[in-house]
C-alpha cells in the first residue's frame, strides 16, 4: 500500500538549478520529516512538521527549505543545488498521542547533482 | 547531542543468530526503535523499546537497557531474505524526532 509517495523517484540535475522534491500521504498523520541519506552516515533530518504551516529545522537544515501547505503534503527545496547534496531523500510521517508512534517512509528520491 | 553507534557490518550463515549492537548517549529519550533497510528501499519499522527488557516478534527480538544506554536486535534462524541494513534510531519526546545510527549491513550467506 502506497500511504507515503514521492515525487519524482530518481532525479539528475547541475549545480545551481532549484529542485523540488514531493511528499505525499493517505495516512492521516499529522507529523511529516525530511530525511537525507548518505553512505555511512545513516539517516539524517533536514527539517520536520508537526502540523500545516508548522516547520522547524532539523540537524542538517541549511541549503534547503519545506513548505507544508496541506497536512498531506510536505515538499523539499534545494535553492541552488551543490554536488553534496548528492544522496538519496526520505520522506516519513507519524502520529501523536499513541504508545509507539513510529515513523513510516516513503519509497525515497535520489538525486543527483552534477 | 546524541551519539548512536553500531557495527558497520556483521555476515551470518543462513538458519544461525545474530545479534545487532546499539548503544547511545542521549536527553530526553523517548524510546528505542529498529529499522530494517533493504539495499535502495524505504527503512520499515521492525520493534520498539521504552522500557528495559525484552521485546519478542517471531524471529526478531529486541533489548533495551536504559542505564547503560544499550540495546540489541536479535535475530534467529536467519533467512537469505534477512541480508538487509539494520538502523537502530533513538527517539525524542518532542515531535517523535529520531536520531539514526550509521545502520549496520548484515549479509546472510547460505
Known amino acids: 500500500d502506497a500511504d507515503v509517495t514521492q515525487t519524482p523517484r530518481n532525479r539528475i540535475t547541475k549545480t545551481g538549478k532549484r529542485i523540488m522534491l514531493e511528499c505525499s500521504q493517505t495516512?492521516?498523520?499529522?507529523?511529516m520529516y525530511w530525511y537525507r541519506q548518505d553512505p555511512g552516515l545513516g539517516l539524517r533530518l533536514i527539517y520536520y512538521?508537526?502540523?500545516?504551516?508548522?516547520?522547524n529545522k532539523g540537524e542538517i537544515s541549511d541549503g534547503y527549505s519545506v513548505s507544508r501547505q496541506a497536512q498531506a503534503k510536505f515538499s523539499l527545496s534545494l535553492e541552488s543545488a551543490i554536488p553534496n547534496q548528492t544522496a538519496l531523500y526520505f520522506c516519513?510521517?507519524?502520529?501523536?498521542?499513541?504508545?509507539?508512534?513510529?515513523?513510516?517512509f516513503g519509497p525515497g528520491t535520489r538525486l543527483t547533482v552534477l | 547531542g546524541q551519539n548512536i553507534d553500531q557495527p558497520t557490518e556483521m555476515t551470518a550463515t543462513e538458519g544461525a543468530i545474530v545479534q545487532i549492537n546499539c548503544t547511545y548517549q542521549?536527553?530526553?529519550?523517548?524510546?528505542l526503535f529498529w529499522y530494517q533497510q533493504h539495499a535502495g528501499e524505504a527503512p520499515t519499522f521492525l520493534s520498539y523499546n521504552v522500557l528495559d527488557g525484552l521485546e519478542e516478534k517471531g524471529r526478531f527480538s529486541s533489548f533495551l537497557s536504559r542505564s547503560k544506554g544499550y540495546s540489541y536486535l536479535l535475530l534467529k534462524e536467519l533467512q537469505m531474505k534477512d541480508s538487509a541494513s539494520y538502523l537502530c534510531a533513538v527517539g525524542k519526546a518532542a515531535g517523535n524526532k529520531l536520531t539514526f545510527g550509521g545502520g549496520t549491513r548484515v549479509l546472510v550467506k547460505p
Open positions: 512538521s508537526f502540523d500545516v504551516k508548522d516547520i
Open positions: 542521549t536527553s530526553g529519550f523517548n524510546g
Open positions: 516519513a510521517t507519524s502520529n501523536h498521542g499513541g504508545t509507539v508512534n513510529e515513523q513510516f
Open positions: 495516512k492521516g498523520h499529522d507529523r
